[in-house]
Structure formats: C-alpha cells, structure tokens
DNA sequence: AGGCAATATCAGC
DNA sequence: GCTGATATTGCCT
C-alpha cells in the first residue's frame, strides 16, 4: 500500500517566497508543497503526522487544518490519493474515457474540459514564425501552486507557468523560450482576471467558457486538444493519447508534445502518467503534479 | 540526425 | 511478485 510514485524530483522541494495576497490559497502553498516533497522522500517509514509537523516547524494541528483547507483531503488521505496504486484505479477505470468527453467538443464548440475553454490554434504557419508579430501580455498572480506566470494576447489565455524558488525571470523566460519571436509586454493588468477564472472551480460556468490559444505545431495542438478532453480528477497514459490522435505508436513523442504544454493547468497535462500508473515527469516539477492531482482528488464528489 | 515526460523485458531480490 | 536497470522503440523537430 502506500506507495509513492518513486521518480519525485527532489529540486522542487524547496520554499518560496511569501506571496502577499488575496487568494490564500496561494500562500498555503508553500508550506503544502513541503509537506507533499518531505512525505515523498520519506514515504518508506510512513512518517506520522507528527514528524511531517515537526518537518516545517508548525503544529500538528495547523498542519492538518492547513492541509484540509488547501487540498479538501487529511494529509493522510491525499497521500493516499496520489499513490501508485490509485493512479492505477484511475487508469483502469479508463476505458473510452477520452472518446466519450472529446466528440462533444468537436461537434460544437462549447463544452470540452470540466473548466468550459473555447480554444482556438493558431496554425502551421505560426510554428515557424515562433511568434513573430505576435503581441503577448504576461503578468504575475498568486495561484493555489505558487506563484503563476499567466500569458494571454486578446484572444485569450496562451501561457499558464508556475514561478519557482521567486524565479520570476526564469518562469519569463520559459515562456519566451517557446515563442521568441513574440513581443512579450508586462501587463499585469490585462492577466490579472484569470487566475480566479481558471482555479475556482465554482467560477467554471458552461455560458462564460474560458478562451485560450493554442500556439504550437500540428501535432502539438492535435496533443493539447486531446488533453482537454480528460476529466477533472481522471488520468490517462501517453499512449492513450497516441491511440486517440491515431498514431497509436507515438506514445513516446506524445510524451514530448505534452511537456511543451504552454497553458499549464488549463490544458491539464498533469493528467496524464506512465502506462504503470508512475507519475513519469512534469514541466514544473513532480511535486506540483501530485499536488495538482491530489488537490483534484480533494475536490471529487 | 538527434533526442525523448515511453514501454517491454529481464535479472536479482 | 516486485523493483530497478537496460534494450528497443517510433516518431517528432
């Protein structure tokens, strides 16, 4: 039982600076995201609630009531969630997961993905013109998994990254690695509104769907569209998503594809794990991949 | 050509 | 059986 997905990338464990804002979420984040980290290194002697406390110096009362609040789950029970064995349930419970979800969005443009996105591809073209021409506004928000990078041109939301160690440059630069070309503007301002749109599952409302922009190659955009066809709290494996798109031997360059996911989240690349039910790797670390998932988990009916 | 966020397989516990 | 290591793989940029 009780068994952690062993590949945890032990960098992202470390604090992040105190984001001094509203959503409260954001700074429970922190000490969350050090708890999941020490619990994952040490799952081998099941550590008590105890010693989990005594890790980030609180109570053991704070950190359950913290820990509830953030996940909806005892730190017990989210461990639990984001075991080998439940990431395996998840995925056998699978079957026509994907097929059921996907037709609805492509009949009408309406209902894909449990948060409401109408997406719209910027085509082939745009791949080589990595962004050229393109004016993007970026700006920096707190978010229930740190401090987030958000991205958006007029048409809607095409960059969501997550800002690590107070990295703000290099969560900047991760963005413009995808798109050089681009013009990328600060404006806090013109991003400020979705952060709440996209992680308050109760603002997820069928008559306002979020828009967002998917700027990649064919195959990436075949890749991301499929994503959001995975239901909230669901898992699937890479060759899964191979099949789907009909290249059922792709599995692997499937797994390239949704590492270059810009819209982190939205386009919920974290559902997605090894044929094994093994977490296998995430953009912005393991530890947020569990801490997403687990947080999913915590708000299941 | 080069590289992979995969997967199948196998030896050692 | 389970685990980690290694070999094989197909396809994308």
Redesign the pocket.
């Known amino acids: 039982m009780l ?1 952690i997905a ?1 590949t945890l990338d032990p960098q992202t464990s470390r604090a992040l600076e105190d984001a001094p804002t509203p959503m409260s979420a954001c700074a429970d984040y922190d000490v969350v995201r050090r708890i999941i980290a020490f619990i994952s290194e040490n799952w081998r002697d099941q550590p008590s609630l105890e010693s989990i406390a005594d890790h980030v110096g609180l109570s053991t009362s704070h950190v359950h009531h913290l820990f509830r609040r953030w996940a909806g789950l005892s730190p017990k029970a989210f461990l639990q969630a984001v075991t ?1 064995d439940h990431a395996k349930r998840l995925l056998d419970a699978e079957a026509s997961l994907l097929d059921a979800t996907l037709e609805l969005g492509l009949s009408g443009p309406a209902r894909l993905h449990d948060l409401f996105v109408t997406h719209e591809a910027m085509t082939p073209g745009d ?1 080589k013109a990595k962004g050229a021409g393109l004016v993007l506004s970026y700006g920096y928000h707190p978010s229930p998994f740190g401090e987030a990078i958000v991205v958006a041109t007029p048409r809607g939301l095409a960059g969501l990254g997550f800002v690590d160690d107070a990295d703000r440059d290099g969560a900047l630069a991760d963005m413009r690695r995808r798109w050089p070309n681009a013009d990328f503007v600060r404006d806090d301002a013109a991003t400020s509104s979705y952060p709440a749109r996209v992680f308050e599952p109760e603002r997820w409302r069928p008559d306002q769907p979020l828009d967002i922009v998917l700027i ?5 955009v075949r890749v991301w569209r499929t994503l959001l066809g995975i239901p909230f709290g669901r898992a699937t ?4 998503v ?1 099949e789907k798109i009909g ?15 810009p819209i ?1 989240f939205v386009v919920p ?2 559902r ?5 039910g ?1 977490l ?5 670390g393991l530890t947020r ?1 569990q801490a997403i998932l687990g947080w999913e988990a915590g708000r299941m009916a």
């Open positions: 068994e062993r080998l791949y990649g190659t064919d195959f990436e494996t890479y060759s899964a191979a290249s059922p031997k792709a599995a692997r360059a499937v797994g390239a594809a949704v590492g270059r996911n982190s690349c974290h997605v794990v090894g044929r094994s093994a296998t790797g995430y953009h912005w991949k």
